[in-house]
């Protein structure tokens, strides 16, 4: 499995990317490993049942196995920090799926790129323009 995402400033522009290999895991768990432990945010993501786990009120029965992720995010959104998650269509996050695919294949722990990688350099750009369509 692997994660990754681009921290961006309020304009779009690249602060930040990252990427990171687990030895195990599936999509969802991807999604809320991603989110967990950022603040003054927003987390745009296009995993709906991640949103949903964290707007839920009710028990964690559905997410059992996720239960100590789901909690530990829904605690950070509950803090007085500027934090919000809201789900964008797959089309205009190619980005973090590129970078979570080089995560997957690396096995690399963690790695942080300053400056947008080269191979992610097309997917920038799509997400860029899907966004505009979207919009």
Known sequence: MGTGG????????????FANF???????KAELTAV???RNIICETD????????????SLERWQVYADLVRALKELLS???LIS????????NKVAHTLAGWGASSSVDYVVWHKAPTFVLEAVDLDVMS????V
């Open 6 to 17: 681009v921290i961006r400033d309020c304009v779009g522009r690249w602060l930040f990317g």
């Open 131 to 134: 966004s505009m369509d979207i």
């Open 22 to 28: 687990a030895r195990t895991g599936d999509p969802f």
């Open 85 to 92: 998650i809201r789900w964008i269509p797959r089309e205009i």
């Open 36 to 38: 967990v432990g950022l």
């Open 47 to 58: 995993c709906a049942e991640v949103i949903e786990a964290c707007e839920s009120l009710v």
């Open 79 to 81: 803090r007085n920090w």
